[in-house]
């Protein structure tokens, strides 16, 4: 039973930030591409960041770079997502994602064969 939950969406204003995480089961933790999935609403789904669990690599698309922070806790299989200077741009729905391999990078996660999704959590930036 595989699950990953997500938590710490909200509202902001601009210019804050918010803490998302992401607590895997049900499958083993190492060696797995792990990150965070976006859908605007309207728009096409995005991989944003992804953390590879063996390494510690990490992967982030342009447009987050340098405000969005992935890490992880290895010991509690958990996936942390630090979002500094906000913008409205970020409002989405945020969905922790999975996928195994021994590849990684936010274009991997995001594609759907094979992969897990969270349920989502919303960031609303205003």
């Known amino acids: 039973h595989v699950q990953l939950v997500e938590s710490g969406g909200g509202s902001v204003q601009a210019g804050g930030s918010l803490t998302l995480s992401c607590v895997v089961s049900?499958?083993?933790?190492?060696?797995?591409?792990i990150g965070w999935i976006r859908q605007p609403p309207g728009k096409s789904h995005e991989g944003i960041a992804a953390?590879?669990?063996?390494?510690?690599?990490?992967y982030y698309t342009d447009s987050v770079k340098g405000r969005f922070t992935i890490s992880q806790d290895y010991a509690k299989n958990t996936v942390t997502l630090l979002m500094n200077n906000l913008t409205p741009e970020d409002t989405a729905t945020y969905h922790c994602a999975a996928r195994g391999g021994t590849a990684c990078s936010t274009e991997y996660l995001a594609r759907a064969d094979p992969s897990y999704w969270g349920q989502g959590t919303q960031v609303t930036v205003s």
């Open positions: 049900g499958f083993t933790y190492s060696s797995q591409c």
């Open positions: 953390i590879y669990t063996s390494n510690a690599n990490t």
